[in-house]
């Protein structure tokens, strides 16, 4: 069985402070998604990184997938309380488990004024 | 832009009672799926669907869960006899892509349902 494991689950800061939110596991995945989710809402999809080693950038966002396809990181830059919320990294490995997304357990962020 | 549209919002049921929650997929998507969230764990998948037919579903999807795509918009999961544990946000989910097309298939979410079963 393929896990996820996401940290740190909790994460309070100020406006203005960098942070990073790890996803590793033990197995490869062949692409991870990253999402985020509003309480009482879907999770919305951010990016996908499928090549490992790939990084992608969306304004203050920034993915990495671990060489190795094991492991990827979100990393916010100068963080606002507008990012405030929940961060879900996501894999999925289409050629041993079709198309189905095993979730970590989330990042609960919180960004002060 | 396309969404995802999901409803009831909120379903309150009696346990034993039988539930069904609907989805429309975007319309161009051929792959759906459903998801589902306990309150304090993670999302968990249950089942895929292509082509009329499950495509995999997970351990949770027992012979009390049913998948269902009635017409050529709605995609409808049903619980027959719900349980307490059964109590969790549904998602739907729905991709364009799927297995063989991408090495990923980008999938995107509905807003959910609360089912909360007494």
């Known amino acids: 069985t393929q896990l996820l494991e996401q940290s740190p689950q909790f994460l309070s800061i100020q406006e203005g402070e960098n942070l990073t939110v790890y996803c590793n596991s033990s197995s490869v995945f062949s692409s991870l998604q990253w999402y985020r989710q509003e309480p009482g809402e879907g999770p919305v999809l951010l990016v996908t990184v499928v090549t490992g080693g790939e990084v992608k950038k969306l304004k203050r966002l920034t993915f990495q997938f671990g060489d190795a396809r094991k492991d990827s990181s979100l990393h916010i830059t100068a963080a606002q309380p507008g990012d405030t919320g929940l961060y879900l990294c996501a894999g999925q490995n289409i050629y041993n488990q079709g198309g189905k997304l095993i979730f970590g357990q989330g990042t609960e962020l919180s960004v002060k004024p | 832009e396309p969404e995802v549209t999901q409803t009831p919002s909120h379903q309150v049921t009696q346990m034993g009672q039988e539930v069904i929650l609907r989805c429309v997929p975007i319309?161009?998507?051929?792959?759906f799926y459903w998801y589902r969230q306990i309150l304090g764990q993670k999302v968990e998948f249950l089942v895929s669907f292509y082509n009329n037919e499950i495509s995999e579903k997970s351990e949770i999807f027992d012979d009390q869960f049913s998948v269902e795509r009635p017409d050529g918009s709605n995609f409808t999961l049903k619980i027959r006899s719900t349980k307490l544990e059964d109590s969790a946000m549904y998602f739907c989910a729905s991709s364009e892509g799927g297995i063989g097309y991408l090495a990923y298939n980008e999938q995107f979410f509905g807003p959910g349902t609360r089912l909360t079963v007494l």
């Open positions: 319309s161009n998507h051929l792959y």
